[in-house]
T-cell receptor, first 112, second 115 residues
Framework: GQNIDQPTEMTATEGAIVQINCTYQ??????LFWYQQHAGEAPTFLSY????GLEEKGRFSSFLSRSKGYSYLLLKELQMKDSASYLC?????????????FGTGTLLAVQP | DTAVSQTPKYLVTQMGNDKSIKCEQN?????MYWYKQDSKKFLKIMFS???????INETVPNRFSPKSPDKAHLNLHINSLELGDSAVYFC??????????????FGSGTQLSVL
């Protein structure tokens, strides 16, 4: 089966940097996504990694190591509005469908 | 204009009732999905349709029946509602079914409470 692990909760300070880790155990690999979900709202796409390395997009960066089954989302210059759940998801390697398998998410609280 | 819209936003009903949730996307996408998010915020796929054809059907009780009248709509009908069906149901869409980097666009969710 497929398994994705993330810390349940994290706390960080406004203006700081935070790294949210995600490890996955899957029978293959076909891409990894990060989504942001504010309380009571829809998840929204943040990043996609399929090759090893760092993808930078403004204040957010996402890293992937396929050999280690590991990814992280790096948030810089934290703002209060970054308080949200961050969902790691891998694309199901078992078929040709766009089926995403989500982790349980990391609830990030940004404090003043 | 909302890209993926689903109605209703809140649904409170009694056990044993039948209810429907509607979803529409105006993005011109080929593929639509239903996801269920439980109280622990775990998001799990239920169904996907590509151009009105059922592609993914996870081990969902057959009380749940999706219907796609056209590729812009995917509705979810639930018969004989049970307490365990209480969750937030998200509709989503993507451009193509099998492309590896296709991101999902989610609707705002329907919070279903079964009493």
């Amino acid at each position: 089966g497929q398994n994705i692990d993330q810390p349940t909760e994290m706390t960080a300070t406004e203006g700081a940097i935070v790294q949210i880790n995600c490890t996955y155990q899957t029978s293959g690999f076909n891409g990894l996504f990060w989504y942001q979900q504010h309380a009571g709202e829809a998840p929204t796409f943040l990043s996609y990694n399929v090759l090893d390395g760092l993808e930078e997009k403004g204040r957010f960066s996402s890293f992937l190591s396929r050999s280690k089954g590991y990814s992280y989302l790096l948030l810089k210059e934290l703002q209060m509005k970054d308080s949200a759940s961050y969902l790691c998801a891998v694309r199901d390697p078992g078929g040709a469908t766009n089926k995403l398998i989500f982790g349980t998410g990391t609830l990030l609280a940004v404090q003043p | 204009d909302t890209a993926v819209s689903q109605t209703p936003k809140y649904l409170v009903t009694q056990m044993g009732n039948d209810k429907s949730i509607k979803c529409e996307q105006n993005l011109g996408h080929d593929t639509m999905y239903w996801y269920k998010q439980d109280s622990k915020k775990f998001l799990k796929i239920m169904f996907s349709y590509n151009n009105k054809e059922l592609i993914i059907n996870e081990t969902v009780p057959n009380r749940f029946s999706p219907k796609s009248p056209d590729k812009a709509h995917l509705n979810l009908h639930i018969n004989s509602l049970e307490l365990g069906d209480s969750a937030v149901y998200f509709c989503a869409s993507s451009r193509r079914e099998a492309a590896t980097n296709e991101k999902l666009f989610f609707g705002s969710g329907t919070q279903l409470s079964v009493l």
